[in-house]
Each structure stands twice: as C-alpha cells, then as structure tokens.
C-alpha cells in the first residue's frame, strides 16, 4: 500500500495516514464564531490524518478579514468543541490554526473600538473585503509599542490554552500568507529599532518568543509553524535572497531547538533547493509540504523523506472524500471559486461525495 494511507508515527505525533487538509480560510463563521454548519464541513473531511483548521485570530484586533472565527472568548471556545468533537469521531487529529492578520485587515472587518495593528504602521498594498462597503484599501496599521508587543504574545498563549480547552490535538502558528508573524520577518515591514528589529535574531524573535511561551503552557508537541519562505503573498516585498535562505534556516534551527511537533512550509516555486533541504536538514521533528502535489508527487516526497506528511488544500476544498477518492483513483469534483467565501452551505457542505 501506498504510504499516503499507511499511519503516521513520529516521536509522539501519531496520525492515521500520511494526510494532512491544509488550512483554508472560508469565512462561515458568522459574527466571528464557529458553528454547526462548520462542524459538518471538518467532519466530512475527517478522512484526512490530520486537519489543521482555518486560520482563526487571538485575538479581536486579529480578525482582519470578514466572518473569519476567533478564539479568545468563552462564546467561540464552546463553538469549537462542537468542531473537535466531530472531527475526533472520525478518527482524525485536529490543529488549530492561530493567524493573527496584522496589517492585513480593515477597521470595518474588526469589531467595534478596535483598529488593525502591526510591527509598523506601514499601509498594505491593494483592497480587502468587507462586508459593509465590499472592497476597501487596507486600513493603516497602528505600530505595536513594547507594551503591544507584550499583550500580542499573551493573546497568543491564552488562544492556545483556549484551544486545549476547546478540544484540539494542538495549535499551528500561521507565519505564512503576510500576517503578522511573516511581517515580523520581513525588514522592509519590519522596521523597528528596539529588541523585535534589524537582525535575523531580532525579527524572529516575535515568533520564537510566541512559540516558546505556548510550548511552555501546552507542551512542545502541541505546536506547529507553517512558513512560506520567499513569498509575495498580502504585499510582502522581496528582500535579499541570502538574508531569506538564512532567516529560515536560523527559525529551523530554533524551532528544532524547541523541540516543537512541525514544520509546515507552503511551498512556491520560489523557494531554492538549498532553501529546503536546509530546513529538512535543521528540523529533526516532522516536515509537512503543502502547495501543487498531486497523489503521486505527494507520494514521491513521503518515499525520498524530503517530507514525513503532505497536505492538501484545494481537493479537500471540493472533495469532502478527497482520500477514498484517492484510494480508488475517482474523478474529483471542480471547485466553485464563487462560493468560497459567502456564507451559507452552498459550496462548503454541498459537494458530491464518490458513490463507488
């Protein structure tokens, strides 16, 4: 059998296959708050090793896009238990995500009395939606002083230990996409002078610093990072190629230190083989891929151990029995790109299921 759909054991990360369902925001959570509709959308997929949720934000300055779920009050805890309840009764583990947008936000999508932030107060290029004046230019972000930077990091363990008490397996920290954690990293958004600015050591601190604190209070096991090295995403400007290839290479190096569970790396084709194998060769733990793998290029990574899992994004989008389908080698559905975000069931419980 193909090792897709063998179990999974590496230290004490255990999954039933090889298959992760990489996170995708689709902004069903009205008012910010998991729900029913959500719970039937992951247990349908449940098919997969290990589910890693949509991105959900720490806190209410997080929230940059519209009907995006949190998970910082009492009210959401207890939408996500309905969540993890469902998808553990399928037999699969299940992450969640914590993305804080940062800069990539506007004030309408946030709730009342709260304004986007950042490392800096430099305005993202392009429009956001919203759901009150549809697309608008990102609101100008309000730079985090010491103290900001202090409450953003407790945000982020209190989301986690929230998140334990919601049920999850354990938490992925998106530093990927252009949200906060990927703007710390990037000296062109990043333009601070104090401790969190300047030097690789510098602007990755604000991520290791938030690992470590929430490995400390839920066990390193419990906690991923997704990364995307030399991405563009949400107006991240390019920076020296060598300055990329050895920020990531130190966060390997740290994370491996940390002894967190993985690494999850949103490839493009931008990122240089000596890029990857440095990471692969840095992070001891599990390395998940993720980005344009089919079935039998996902299943050549897992055979040559450049990766240990391999995740998919858009086939579970319209495959809600994306692994039986591949299994047993059935056509895939086409996904509806015009309901990928409005809310309601059309085009995120509906898709057809194989009826082999």
Same mark, same amino acid.
């Given at each position: 059998?193909?090792?897709? #759909?063998?179990?999974? &054991?590496?230290?004490?990360?255990?999954?039933?296959?090889?298959?992760?369902?990489?996170?995708?925001?689709?902004?069903?959570?009205?008012?910010?708050?998991?729900?029913?509709l959500m719970a039937t959308y992951y247990k349908q997929r449940s098919g997969a090793g290990l589910i890693v949720t949509e991105g959900t934000s720490p806190s209410p300055e997080g929230l940059g896009?519209?009907?995006?779920?949190?998970?910082?009050?009492?009210?959401?805890?207890?939408?996500?238990?309905?969540?993890?309840?469902?998808?553990?009764?399928?037999?699969?583990?299940? #992450?969640?995500?914590?993305?804080?947008?940062?800069?990539?936000?506007?004030?309408?999508?946030?709730?009342?009395?709260?304004?986007?932030?950042?490392?800096?107060?430099?305005?993202?290029?392009? &429009?956001?939606?919203?759901?009150?004046?549809?697309?608008?230019?990102?609101?100008?972000?309000?730079?985090?002083?010491?103290?900001?930077?202090?409450?953003?990091?407790?945000? #982020?363990v209190k989301a986690a230990l929230n998140a334990m008490e919601a049920g999850f397996d354990g938490v992925e920290l998106h530093g990927a996409n252009g949200y906060i954690l990927e703007q710390s990293?990037?000296?062109? /958004?990043?333009?601070?002078?104090?401790? #969190?600015?300047?030097?690789?050591?510098?602007?990755?601190?604000?991520?290791?610093?938030?690992? &470590?604190?929430?490995?400390?209070?839920?066990?390193?096991?419990?906690?991923?990072?997704? /990364?995307?090295?030399?991405?563009?995403?949400?107006?991240?400007?390019?920076?020296?190629?060598?300055?990329?290839?050895?920020?990531?290479?130190?966060?390997?190096? &740290?994370? =491996?230190?940390?002894?967190?569970?993985?690494?999850?790396?949103?490839?493009?084709?931008?990122?240089?083989?000596?890029?990857h194998a440095a990471i692969r060769n840095a992070f001891f733990n599990t390395l998940i891929y993720c980005n344009g793998l089919t079935p039998e290029t996902a299943e050549e990574k897992l055979q040559?151990?450049?990766?240990?899992?391999?995740?998919?994004?858009?086939?579970?989008?319209?495959?809600?029995?994306?692994?039986?389908?591949?299994? /047993?080698?059935?056509?895939? =559905?086409?996904?509806?790109?015009?309901?990928?975000?409005?809310?309601?069931?059309?085009?995120?419980?509906?898709?057809?299921?194989?009826?082999?």
């Amino acid at each position: 059998m193909k090792k897709l #759909f063998l179990p999974f &054991e590496k230290g004490t990360f255990r999954l039933k296959n090889h298959v992760v369902m990489a996170p995708m925001t689709r902004s069903r959570a009205i008012n910010n708050l998991p729900n029913e509709l959500m719970a039937t959308y992951y247990k349908q997929r449940s098919g997969a090793g290990l589910i890693v949720t949509e991105g959900t934000s720490p806190s209410p300055e997080g929230l940059g896009y519209p009907r995006i779920p949190g998970v910082f009050s009492d009210e959401q805890v207890e939408g996500w238990k309905a969540v993890t309840a469902a998808v553990h009764a399928g037999g699969s583990k299940i #992450f969640l995500q914590l993305m804080h947008t940062g800069r990539i936000a506007h004030v309408d999508n946030l709730p009342e009395g709260y304004h986007p932030v950042g490392l800096s107060d430099i305005r993202a290029a392009g &429009e956001i939606f919203t759901d009150t004046e549809g697309p608008q230019q990102h609101s100008v972000p309000v730079p985090l002083d010491a103290a900001g930077i202090a409450n953003l990091i407790n945000d #982020f363990v209190k989301a986690a230990l929230n998140a334990m008490e919601a049920g999850f397996d354990g938490v992925e920290l998106h530093g990927a996409n252009g949200y906060i954690l990927e703007q710390s990293l990037n000296p062109h /958004i990043n333009n601070r002078s104090d401790d #969190f600015g300047g030097s690789i050591e510098n602007r990755s601190r604000l991520t290791l610093q938030i690992v &470590e604190r929430i490995a400390g209070v839920i066990g390193a096991e419990k906690v991923g990072l997704r /990364i995307s090295p030399y991405s563009t995403l949400s107006d991240m400007p390019v920076y020296n190629e060598e300055d990329v290839h050895e920020t990531y290479t130190y966060l390997a190096t &740290e994370l =491996n230190r940390l002894g967190i569970a993985y690494i999850h790396v949103s490839s493009n084709p931008g990122i240089p083989q000596k890029t990857h194998a440095a990471i692969r060769n840095a992070f001891f733990n599990t390395l998940i891929y993720c980005n344009g793998l089919t079935p039998e290029t996902a299943e050549e990574k897992l055979q040559d151990a450049s990766a240990d899992l391999v995740a998919f994004g858009r086939s579970f989008l319209a495959n809600p029995d994306f692994m039986r389908k591949m299994e /047993i080698k059935a056509a895939l =559905n086409e996904v509806d790109y015009m309901t990928l975000y409005t809310p309601g069931e059309q085009g995120y419980i509906d898709y057809p299921e194989s009826d082999d």
